[in-house]
């Protein structure tokens, strides 16, 4: 997957039930096509709301942070929260390891 990004109060789910997936790494941060200013967090969770990644104070403009994860839920939960109602969080190059 190249990237996706979210407004605040949006998410996407994934499961991956049965695949035996054990890690998650990817690129977290403000989308360049969010006008200036917007600030913000950016949540991986699994469904039951275990935090998986969290990144804060991200900013438009700033390099998008490394995120490496352990995945203890085949479930996971993208979530932002961004300061600027037409900004989103960009979620990149998000690799999921599976064994299967």
Same mark, same amino acid.
């Given at each position: 997957? !190249? =990237?996706? &990004?979210?407004?605040?109060? @949006?998410?996407?789910?994934?499961?991956?039930?049965? !695949?035996?997936?054990? !890690?998650?790494? /990817?690129?977290?941060?403000?989308?360049?096509? =969010? *006008?200036?200013?917007? &600030? /913000?967090? #950016?949540?991986?969770?699994?469904? /039951?709301?275990?935090?998986? $990644?969290? @990144?804060? +104070?991200?900013? !438009?403009? +700033? =390099? $998008?942070?490394?995120?490496? $994860?352990?995945?203890?839920? *085949?479930?996971?939960?993208?979530?932002?929260?961004? &300061?600027? *109602?037409?900004?989103?969080? #960009?979620? $990149?190059?998000? +690799?999921?390891?599976?064994? =299967?």
């Amino acid at each position: 997957m !190249k =990237s996706f &990004s979210l407004h605040d109060n @949006e998410r996407i789910d994934w499961d991956l039930t049965g !695949k035996q997936c054990t !890690k998650l790494r /990817g690129y977290i941060g403000i989308d360049d096509d =969010s *006008p200036n200013g917007t &600030s /913000g967090f #950016a949540f991986i969770t699994n469904q /039951g709301f275990g935090l998986l $990644a969290y @990144e804060q +104070q991200l900013a !438009k403009g +700033q =390099s $998008a942070r490394w995120i490496n $994860a352990t995945l203890t839920d *085949p479930k996971l939960r993208f979530l932002p929260d961004v &300061s600027d *109602p037409g900004g989103w969080a #960009a979620y $990149a190059e998000m +690799q999921v390891y599976c064994n =299967s």
